[in-house]
């Protein structure tokens, strides 16, 4: 699961990239492991131990937290083309298992980063890095220097075509415009996950003609992710993804960058104006609220730069042909993201455990996909099905992106996906909440895969969350594909563990295999996976979008 929905900048030590690439290849280590997985595949094998194997080694202190771009990624993608060779599958990369993501990753230049604040009365106060402020720099751009006058546009939502539109009446052209985290409830879960999501906001401001953005956090932003947690890993790399022709890939292409202030200062970029920040704030936290835009009384000035560089990491691309011979160039996509966040230097230096080693996001939901991978292998299912493990989820879902930009198949063919991020199987599951299912043909085949194994759906818990948008299947979604995406659901005690992993565990080292995870239970996350899977891969009719939805009406035919 990422945070951040395509993040400007960044950075990650570069001794990641560099000194800590072993030489010393692990391979023994990797058949090691493989045989061990391998052997938990004979008949007695149950599952659970299968994905219990497959999660110890990809959550192993050293993988190094699987960073994109790094050895410990690299170990990680060497042991699932492994393991999907001995499950049986055929290689379906671009260049045997593996597609190369060409990355451009960002490390920002933390002395360079300057913000501050011209008063109407000609005052300037400049604010203090990392206690006041972080600066982002466009992904395609080593620095960031403007200079221009700011407007609040509220949530910065532009959408008309659904009666909403924060820029309306408001002039940003060659301005920096200011908003609040989140978007208004008026839109449904996935929906106003869409235009909350950072590369919508941007290209929003780009649109409109801004050059850069400042964002400011929500009373609920804070609440979940306060400020000290924000800036406790500045030096992380950012990363996008590039295309052949070497262009990188960017949300809001035009803007120079932009940059997040702390809430406990944020009322500086209010002096003068007609509304106090606590006031918008206010308003943008009531129900049914949405602040309306102004011209602010200030001039913001931003400066950051970041070094770049290119790296390439792969997805993994395994396929079972479909028996079909109708069917079988149409592809059901089965996604989870193989990476992770790495290394947090800070927490290293400081004597402290700093190895984000991910067992749940997402060691297991690669481990369940190629669970359901093993299972999908003995039936004969018509339409042909890809299990993909993608690179850098954790940078703005970059490896999906790509794939679904530059997919190993004829585009066309790519008739649905099936994601699988997080299963927080700490305790036994009598729900799941099923993102996207009820907007595609996929609903009835996921509502009978989850009857057949008395598993109830739920609606989405956590509305404000943005999960629709925060993994990979959001990318095929945006390429016109049918999508789901499973999470395990709050019912019978799951909200307390779900609640505390998130608080407590997630993005942090200890989401390490000391957690009580419920392998048994990963199994039969697996299995309702498989059940989808090889329901769309035997449907008769090819997936597709419900009649009039907003996500199939917004991106078909893109
Ligand atoms: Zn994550």
């Avoid at 920002?108 to 980063?113: G, M, N, R």
């Avoid at 809430?263 to 308003?283: H, M, N, W, Y």
Wanted: one cysteine or more; charged letters at 25%.
């Amino acid at each position: 699961m990422t945070l951040f929905n395509r993040l400007g900048g960044g950075c990650l030590g570069l001794f990641l990239l560099g000194a800590c690439a072993d030489v010393d290849a692990p391979a023994a280590a990797i058949s090691q492991a493989v045989a061990q997985a391998a052997a938990n595949t004979s008949n007695e094998a149950t599952a659970a131990k299968r994905i219990e194997a497959d999660v110890l080694f990809l959550a192993d202190d050293a993988r190094e937290g699987r960073e994109a771009g790094t050895s410990g990624y690299q170990e990680a993608a060497d042991y699932v083309s492994a393991r999907m060779g001995e499950i049986g599958l055929e290689p379906a990369g671009a260049d045997g298992w593996f597609q190369q993501v060409p990355l451009r990753a960002n490390t920002p230049v933390l002395e360079s980063a300057e913000f501050s604040v011209m008063k109407a009365d000609g005052d300037t106060i400049d604010l203090t890095h990392l206690e006041d402020f972080r600066v982002f720099v466009s992904a395609d751009q080593t620095e960031m220097d403007i200079t221009a006058p700011a407007v609040f546009v509220g949530f910065g939502v532009h959408a008309p075509d659904q009666g909403y539109d924060d820029y309306e009446g408001l002039d940003v052209k060659g301005k920096i415009v200011v908003y609040i985290g989140g978007a208004p409830d008026r839109f449904e879960s996935e929906q106003r996950a869409h235009y909350n999501s950072r590369g919508g906001k941007a290209d929003a401001a780009a649109k409109h003609g801004a050059i850069g953005s400042v964002s400011l956090f929500s009373i609920a932003g804070e609440k979940r992710f306060p400020w000290a947690r924000f800036i406790s890993n500045p030096t992380r790399t950012g990363m996008t993804w590039v295309h052949p022709d070497g262009r990188a890939e960017v949300s809001g292409a035009g803007l120079s960058g932009g940059g997040v202030t702390n809430p406990e200062i944020s009322q500086v970029l209010f002096d003068g104006a007609e509304k106090t920040f606590a006031e918008i704030r206010a308003e943008a936290e009531a129900e049914g609220g949405s602040p309306a835009g102004f011209d602010l009384a200030v001039t913001i000035s931003m400066k950051g730069s970041q070094t770049s560089k290119t790296v390439t990491s792969p997805n993994v691309i395994g396929l079972i042909p479909g028996s079909d011979p109708d069917l079988k160039d149409e592809y059901i996509v089965l996604s989870a993201h193989l990476d992770h966040t790495g290394i947090n230097q800070k927490k290293i230096d400081a004597g402290e455990d700093g190895i984000n080693n991910g067992a749940l996001d997402n060691a297991i939901g690669v481990a369940t996909m190629l669970e359901a991978a093993t299972q999908l292998r003995d039936v004969a299912a018509g339409r042909s099905i890809l299990i993909l493990a993608v690179t850098a989820e954790e940078k703005g879902l970059l490896g999906a992106d790509y794939f679904a930009h530059y997919p190993t198949v004829d585009s066309s063919a790519l008739a649905a996906d099936v994601n699988l991020d997080m299963p927080v199987v700490l305790h036994p599951f009598t729900d799941v909440i099923a993102f996207g299912a009820e907007r595609s043909s996929l609903g009835p085949i996921v509502r009978a895969a989850a009857a057949k194994m008395d598993i109830a759906l739920s609606p989405d818990p956590l509305p404000t969350q943005n999960l629709f948008v925060r993994s990979d299947h959001y990318r095929f979604v945006e390429k016109g594909v049918p999508s789901v995406f499973l999470v395990v659901g709050f019912a019978d005690g799951g909200e307390e563990k779900i609640n505390d992993f998130i608080k407590n565990h997630y993005h942090k080292p200890s989401d390490d295999t000391s957690l009580p995870i419920l392998y048994d239970e990963a199994a039969r996350f697996a299995e309702v996976n498989y059940l989808i899977a090889k329901d769309l891969a035997n449907a008769e009719e090819r997936p597709h979008w419900n009649e009039g939805d907003f996500f199939g009406e917004l991106f078909s035919g893109k």
